[in-house]
Nanobody
Framework: QVHLVESGGGLVQAGGSLRLSCAAS????????MGWFRQAPGKERESVAN????????YYADFVKCRFTISRDNAKNTVYLQMEALKPEDTAVYYC????????????????WGQGTQVTVSS
């Protein structure tokens, strides 16, 4: 059974940093594409960053480029999202998700989702 558990969210001041983690189980981690998404109150869930099975290819939404970094450790079955220079508009619930096929951005292409972790950035 596939299981994704996010951690690392919290309250941080604008300009601060957080590192999110997502531990995966249930499928061979090196065979799955991973992504981070977020959903702010009243808004649709949107893609933040995605990473290929090997970690060699990544995608970032324009609004996080040069501030966020996605990475993965296949030995630990974990994907990370390092977030720097956080802004109040980054406030959202952050979700990790996985899919068995190649790198994709659209949320509808992901098969399994975690429960999410809240990130709140104060001004």
């Amino acid at each position: 059974q596939v299981h994704l558990v996010e951690s690392g969210g919290g309250l941080v001041q604008a300009g601060g940093s957080l590192r999110l983690s997502c531990a995966a189980s249930g499928r061979a981690f090196s065979t799955i594409t991973m992504g981070w998404f977020r959903q702010a109150p009243g808004k649709e869930r949107e893609s933040v960053a995605n990473i290929s099975r090997s970690g060699g290819t990544t995608y970032y939404a324009d609004f996080v480029k040069c501030r966020f970094t996605i990475s993965r450790d296949n030995a630990k079955n974990t994907v990370y999202l390092q977030m720097e220079a956080l802004k109040p508009e980054d406030t959202a619930v952050y979700y990790c998700a996985e899919r068995t096929r190649g790198l994709a951005i659209r949320k509808t292409l992901y098969d399994y989702w975690g429960q999410g972790t809240q990130v709140t950035v104060s001004s």
